[in-house]
């Protein structure tokens, strides 16, 4: 028998703990290999990662809201609980128990004096994410995408006709003549007889708003179901048409504007009339760009979003202030040193992100994490892991990846050893009685390590780029006595040169390549995260509408969602039960990770920096969302605050919160900008014999901040060593041209 491979896995945040359950997953795999991860500090997860507090209160990196598209985070969860026994009583039973459909999102929409949010609630389907793949064509999720869109239109234009506002005939005019004979194809009966019924109204008479919608989606169905055989001439035609609906749309908004002013309907008439504008841009550049030339959406990657929506006739003012353009940088975090006025996204990514997340969502387009993170995904994957043998080192800093004399392969991983524990393993986890679960500590467990106390007593967080506590020891891995294949699944931050400071990888950059122009080019992102416990519900706080996950609010707390299901899990134990509960977060407009390991004042600057920030955003921006918790002066009412100390008021309340910045090296997210996709690498590609690349700034299938481009990496990594998994749902998706299926 051979022996088996040992793979070291360097990093465990969800592209590390991938690879491994990935690399372990079945009994013949696990004869194959032998896996170690190593991680720095007390706890796994990465940006994923949570921990409990002395209050039983669970800690966040920030907010985790999961989409119905995260076919390969999903499946992997859906695996882990059929094979687990959870422990009696826990609330985490089955996957249905960790995430659970949220159907409303409402966005924020700025106006002449602050922001109002606009309702959005998205229809469902009968999918279950994780399950069946993502199994459509770019071309397909395209089309699904638009008929989104165009439910939304018929939907504004079903209310300006219920409000009598729009019973002027449109200025349409009759639809292009032989189009459809050619055109209609590949069309359900339905659709089929929908279709030739418009097109012969279109010949003796003018459509209307709802019958130019149909006609637009039906045309665009059809000509995306062959994306092979579509023609200049036929998307001419199909962009007149759509252009048509814009015109007819802008003149009914124009005629009932005066009627609806300060009414719900006026806001939806701004969005949608913004939307049509931004979709049909979006569409022209879709066929002239990618479907005419048969080109995958990467192809565009050297254009910003913005920049291409203009360049196929976007208005550039709709453009540059929309909500609709907002949401997709605000989502994803794409905005150079977190500066909300520096946007950059890859066109072609973030069309085709848009496409996954619209497209292809199974169920319900966004799923709600009903716990921590770290309960309900971190805690039963490690728990897998352990079962499957793989070894997992705490507090284990890399501090040198060696190559070889050859400079071919890493010959050597020196790292510092954090600390030392008294007593056997170090054990991670505890667990809650009184909420059944399985956590993970917001700091290490102090009792189980030498000089605990010291430490405890001196604040060490050994999951800062700052820590200045002495390490304990040093190690050194070698090649052929500890690993034979490495897994570099570290954050980018942690080895991208950011200052003068050497940096674990200086040895494989020196050698320049494509390795080092990864690591140059792809740029990282400092974010920040607030939770807030109220004893206030959201109704009392003046949020009336429903239980929201909320985008493109004010920044820069622009992401908001109402988390109070996590209450039902965390204990209140000498202070009263909050009543709900809040998460927010936004990009963080700092340098401030850029800084030395030796200023160690740096977490304690950039807190006090947020702090002073995000007490002036409640004093003046939250009232959109809490309108409520005003002072008689208009300022937040920090009463409105939960008090676990018994003797709060005012701002002390605030500092009993959790207020985090995200600007360790390894916590910022990754950056997706114009001109960068070039230089992203696929796990295999590293250009060292024994080393693979995992993590979300390599190339998969979203190449955008996201846990499941984590996880699809993670994967990819496994596969690189082992042929394992065969197939990644999605991976290829920005690379495939509109005609092909997923392979």
């Not at 049509?276 to 050297?302: H, M, Q, R, T, W």
């Not at 206030?536 to 609010?553: D, F, H, I, N, R």
């Not at 676990?644 to 008021?649: I, Y």
């Not at 993670?714 to 082992?722: L, T």
Request: hydrophobic share 40%; charged share 20%; glycine share 10%.
């Amino acid at each position: 028998m051979s022996p088996k491979k040992k793979i070291a896995i360097l990093g465990g945040g969800m592209a590390g703990l991938s690879a491994a359950y990935e690399l372990t997953r079945t009994p013949e795999l696990r004869a194959r290999h032998e896996v170690t991860l190593y991680q720095l500090g007390w706890r796994l997860g990465g940006k994923a990662a949570s921990g409990r507090d002395a209050l039983g209160r669970n800690l966040e990196h920030g907010l985790h809201v999961w989409f119905g598209c995260y076919a390969n985070v999903f499946g992997m969860v859906q695996e882990i609980y059929a094979n687990r026994t959870p422990p009696p009583g826990c609330p985490l039973q089955h996957w249905t128990d960790v995430a659970k459909p949220q159907l409303y999102t409402p966005i924020g929409v700025k106006t002449g004096t602050g922001y109002t949010y606009f309702p959005l609630t998205w229809p469902t389907n009968e999918g279950t994410p994780g399950q069946g793949g993502v199994n459509m064509t770019p071309a397909e999720a395209w089309t699904t995408m638009w008929n989104l869109f165009v439910l939304v239109v018929k939907g504004v234009i079903g209310r300006l006709d219920a409000a009598g506002q729009a019973a002027a005939k449109p200025a349409a005019q009759p639809l292009p003549g032989g189009f459809a004979a050619s055109a209609l194809v590949r069309l359900v009966e339905t659709e089929l007889a929908r279709a030739k019924e418009l097109f012969a109204r279109s010949q003796s008479t003018q459509l209307g708003l709802h019958e130019l919608a149909d006609a637009g989606g039906l045309w665009m169905k059809s000509l995306l179901a062959d994306p092979s055989t579509v023609d200049a001439q036929h998307v001419a035609q199909l962009l007149d048409m759509h252009r048509r609906l814009q015109s007819a749309f802008r003149d009914a908004a124009a005629r009932a504007r005066p009627a609806v002013a300060g009414t719900p309907l006026a806001l939806e008439l701004q969005i949608v009339e913004e939307l049509i504008d931004i979709a049909i841009a979006a569409a022209a550049g879709y066929f002239a760009d990618l479907v005419l030339p048969d080109k995958p959406f990467e192809s565009i990657d050297d254009f910003d979003f913005r920049a291409w929506l203009v360049k196929h006739g976007a208005n550039a003012g709709i453009v540059a202030d929309s909500t609709v353009t907002r949401i997709v940088y605000d989502t994803l975090f794409q905005y150079a040193d977190g500066d909300v006025g520096r946007p950059s996204y890859a066109a072609g990514t973030a069309l085709g992100v848009c496409a996954r997340l619209l497209g292809t969502f199974k169920g319900s387009m966004m799923w709600d994490i009903q716990t921590g993170m770290g309960e309900a995904v971190v805690a039963p994957l490690y728990q897998a892991l352990v079962d499957a043998g793989v070894k997992v080192q705490f507090f284990r800093k890399v501090t040198r990846l060696a190559l070889s004399q050859d400079g071919r392969q890493i010959e050597a991983v020196h790292m510092d050893r954090q600390a030392d524990v008294r007593e056997g393993d170090y054990r991670p986890t505890f667990w809650l009685e009184s909420e059944k679960l399985v956590c993970w500590p917001s700091e290490p467990d102090w009792s189980q390590l030498k000089d605990g106390a010291r430490m405890k007593a001196a604040g060490v967080n050994f999951e800062s780029h700052w820590c200045d506590w002495p390490a304990a020891g040093k190690e050194v891995l070698r090649l052929g006595s500890e690993f034979d294949t490495v897994v570099l699944a570290i954050s980018m931050g942690a080895y991208k040169p950011l200052n003068n400071e050497p940096t674990m990888c200086d040895e494989l950059l020196q050698k320049g390549g494509r390795f080092a122009a990864f690591v140059q080019n792809i740029d990282i992102v400092a974010t920040q995260a607030l939770q807030l416990w109220s004893n206030q519900t959201l109704e009392q706080l003046g949020w009336t509408s429903g239980k929201p996950a909320t985008v493109s609010g004010p920044e820069y707390m622009n992401i908001w969602a109402d988390m109070s299901q996590v209450l039902s899990v965390e204990p209140a134990v000498g202070f009263a039960k909050p009543m709900s509960l809040h998460y927010l977060c936004g990009t963080y407009a700092t340098t401030l990770y850029r800084q030395p390991s030796t200023e160690a004042g740096v977490p304690t600057k950039a807190w006090n920096e947020l702090r002073t920030q995000t007490i002036a955003w409640l004093n003046d921006a939250s009232a959109c969302i809490w309108p409520a918790a005003r002072t008689p002066e208009g300022k937040f009412r920090f009463d409105v605050l939960t008090d676990f100390g018994g003797s709060a008021s005012g701002q002390a309340r605030f500092d009993q919160q959790f207020l985090r910045a995200n600007i360790d090296p390894t916590e910022c997210c990754v950056l997706s900008a114009a001109g960068t996709t070039q230089y992203r690498l696929h796990p295999a590609e590293s250009g060292f014999a024994n080393l693979i690349l995992a993590g979300e700034a390599t190339r998969h299938g979203f190449n955008t901040t996201a846990i499941e481009g984590a996880v699809m990496s993670g994967m990819a990594a496994s596969r690189a060593i082992c042929g394992q998994p065969a197939v990644i749902v999605g991976y290829d998706f920005l690379q495939r041209k509109p005609s092909q299926r997923e392979e």
